[in-house]
């Protein structure tokens, strides 16, 4: 997709895109991150529209989130994506508030314990079902069925990929010795 032609704020004139690594403080933590803004080749001014503000506001928290070894807002909607559920969705299964998700994937840091839960919900689609199960009052009965299937479809394709992983090792467990070729 094309970049939209954006204009100078001062000028009028047509302004570049440019991207550097720049430094803020964020809970007391200084973080390095690749910030995005416009400089206008006719005058030098640079500046920054909405989306630029947004972008390095979430590059800034990704960096932070990563020097102290938390998901990342995309990792985040990766694992919710597995499962094929909304924001709204993956929050109420999970207990949380219904906007949680939704935050952590844009602007808040989740805490450690938030996290934990993550990568276990991430690496474990049984616990993701039990909790279902815990928070199915959260959900109509047909909006509980559908996240239900959405689950065990999960469940089912990685006992698929485990299965072929096994299928794999089996057999190179009937060779004892590496091969001659190189």
């Avoid at 005058?43 to 998901?71: H, P, Q, S, T, W």
């Avoid at 959260?138 to 689950?151: A, D, L, P, R, S």
């Amino acid at each position: 997709m094309r970049e939209k032609e954006v204009l100078c704020h001062y000028c009028g004139q047509k302004a570049e895109l440019i991207t550097r690594m720049t430094s803020m403080e964020i809970k007391n933590q200084e973080v390095e991150y690749q910030e995005s803004f416009y400089r206008c080749e006719a005058c030098d001014e640079e500046f920054e529209v909405g989306k630029c503000i947004n972008d390095n506001l979430l590059a800034a928290r990704d960096a932070y989130r990563k020097k102290n070894k938390l998901l990342t807002s995309s990792q985040i909607a990766e694992i919710r994506k597995k499962y094929n559920l909304s924001q709204a969705d993956f929050s109420l299964a999970l207990g949380w508030g219904e906007i949680t998700i939704t935050r952590y994937e844009t602007k808040q840091i989740q805490d450690s314990t938030y996290d934990m839960i993550l990568r276990m919900v991430k690496s474990n689609p049984f616990m993701l079902l039990q909790l279902l199960e815990k928070n199915k009052n959260n959900f109509t009965e047909e909006k509980y069925k559908t996240i239900e299937e959405n689950i065990r479809g999960t469940i089912k394709e990685n006992i698929i990929q485990e299965m072929d992983i096994d299928r794999i090792k089996d057999t190179y467990a009937l060779y004892d010795e590496p091969s001659q070729e190189k």
